[in-house]
Structures are given as C-alpha cells and as structure tokens.
C-alpha cells in the first residue's frame, strides 16, 4: 500500500494538485485525522511493507451521523476527490457514502487475498504467496530431516487463492481450500497411496477450508495414518507483512498512478485494477469479492502435480 500512496501523491504533485493523507481510513476521516503529504513525506517507503497512514475498521461510518462527520471535514479540508485503498467493504462504503456526498471516490484494491473482480493481482497478494512459499521452503527442509508430514495453514478467510498458487510454488503433496472441496477419505487415500520415497510432505490448508480447522484435519489424519510423524503449523500474520516483492511494488504504483489521473478525468467510484496487464476499471458495485471461482485449470493442475 505504501507503494500506492507514494504513486498517488507524486502524481498528484507533478499535476500541481495538494494531497493530503487521512490516517485510519473512514475513522480518521470521520475524527478528522488530515495530514498533508509531500514529495518528502512519501521518500523512502516504497519498500516497506503495511501503510503509513495506518488503517482501521469504522463502525461510526457505519451510521448517517457517521458519514456526515466524514463530509464535513472533507469539506472542511476543501478536498476535492478521494483516492481509497481497501477491499468490497471500503468500496460498498464509498458508495453509501455518496448518498450525502457528491466528492469523487476512485479506488485501489488492496487485500492479500486477491478475491476481487475487476484485477488479476490485488495490492498485498504477490507478497503474500512469496512469503509462504519461502516459509514453506524453510519447513521442508526440517520435514525432510525428520521425515515428517506437516499441515500448513495459510491465511484466506474467503478465498483459497493464496493456498492454491502458494501450494502449487512449493510443491505441496495436497491443498485444501473450500473453492475445491476435499473430503477426508479422498485426502487419506492421497497421503497413503503417495509415493513412499517422499522424504517429507507438505499439506496446504486455507484457514476456511470447510473440512474444519487444520488441528481437527491433521488429528483425523493421524487416526488413520498413525505411522506419520504429523506436525502442525500456522503462519498466521506473518503473511500480511514484510517488504513487497518488486511485482506488487510496480502493481501499486501503476494502480496509484492511474487513479490520480481517473480523478482527474472526472471519473468516480471505479476501482482501478490490471487486467492482462493493462489498467482496467470496475464499477464499485461490480468490485465484489468472488467466491468460489477459482481457475479450473490451476486446480486440475494442482492434483495431477502432487502426484
């Protein structure tokens, strides 16, 4: 995010337009949190991973009084657009919002789990997947040692992309995500009838996953496979930081960018997104999380591969 907020305020200068940064999202717009942003204030943050002006969910902008609070002090400020980063939630609230308000909204999809329409990569999620195919790669290394099966759930609240592209880069045994059910006998069967010179195996569990939780997955397991040496591990929010990969670092920025300008053309309450590699736009409404549509080639990938 902190590559997107660099993008938006430099190309907002260079267009002679004045920024300011409202910190924690529609709290702090609603408690009057405006800070003014520079070329200066945005210098060395681009490899850093979160978002200098913090984030917060708002209950308060939840009610009328709430979002009137809001318009108020961007009047106040004599803001003439807004450029928000978030998910669904943040674009449903932008368009509520609009009921009271006629300032433009543009928005920049920012959530790790990649399950919105409208983009083929969010802000946050190349980062994601790289973090846990590198976790991954360092807990292989101690299954292999050990010969040991472990379960490793990653996070996806609703959505079971991060499991099913970091799963198919580290080359796990089995995936579990709610998009591509697995019921627990067909996953018994996969594990005993795997290939018995495997030093170690590697289950991907999405933290959704509708079989259950992965300690009552992996417990199932060793019922029925006792002479595994099973091991359990959460990676939890380790994924939501760290530097950004130089993909989603060029991703954001062409996404802040974009937005400055779409504002500038008098569009409002799209989301700025990349679709085949080109800047696409999506209506808020349309900007939806997508639920259980994942690429059905990538899933019969993922089976043939763990063979």
Do not use: W
Not at 116 to 139: H, Q, R, S, W
Not at 201 to 214: A, D, L, P, R, Y
């Amino acid at each position: 995010m902190n590559a997107c907020i660099r993008a938006v305020v430099r190309t907002a200068i260079f267009h002679k337009i004045d920024v300011v940064g409202i910190t924690r999202g529609y709290d702090g717009m609603i408690n009057d949190e405006f800070i003014p942003l520079t070329t200066k204030s945005v210098a060395n943050i681009i490899q850093r991973g979160g978002t200098i002006l913090k984030t917060a969910r708002s209950k308060e902008f939840l009610t009328l009084q709430g979002r009137k609070k809001a318009k108020a002090n961007l009047e106040k400020h004599r803001v003439d657009g807004v450029i928000a980063i978030g998910g669904d939630g943040t674009f449903k609230g932008a368009l509520e919002f609009g009921k009271i308000c006629s300032i433009p909204f543009v928005g920049c999809p920012g959530t790790i789990d990649n399950d919105l329409v409208g983009t083929d990569f969010t802000i946050g999620y190349d980062t994601a997947i790289n973090t846990v195919v590198e976790a991954v790669d360092k807990i292989r290394d101690t299954a292999e040692s050990h010969d040991r099966l472990f379960f490793i759930e990653v996070m996806g609240r609703d959505a079971g992309l991060i499991a099913l592209r970091s799963g198919i880069g580290s080359g796990a045994e089995a995936i579990l995500i709610s998009e591509a059910k697995t019921h627990m006998d067909t996953l018994i069967k996969h594990l005993q009838e795997g290939r018995k010179d495997k030093t170690s195996k590697i289950v991907i569990v999405s933290e959704q996953e509708g079989t259950g939780s992965v300690m009552k997955i992996a417990e199932k397991v060793k019922k029925a496979l006792p002479f595994y040496d099973i091991r359990v591990s959460v990676l939890g929010h380790v994924q939501r930081g760290g530097n950004p990969t130089c993909m989603d670092r060029v991703n954001s920025s062409r996404m802040g960018f974009s937005a400055v300008e779409t504002l500038m053309k008098g569009k409002k309450n799209v989301m700025i997104g990349i679709v085949n590699n080109k800047i696409a736009y999506t209506p808020f409404k349309n900007a939806v999380k997508h639920i259980n549509e994942l690429n059905a080639d990538q899933v019969r990938m993922m089976k043939i591969l763990a063979l």
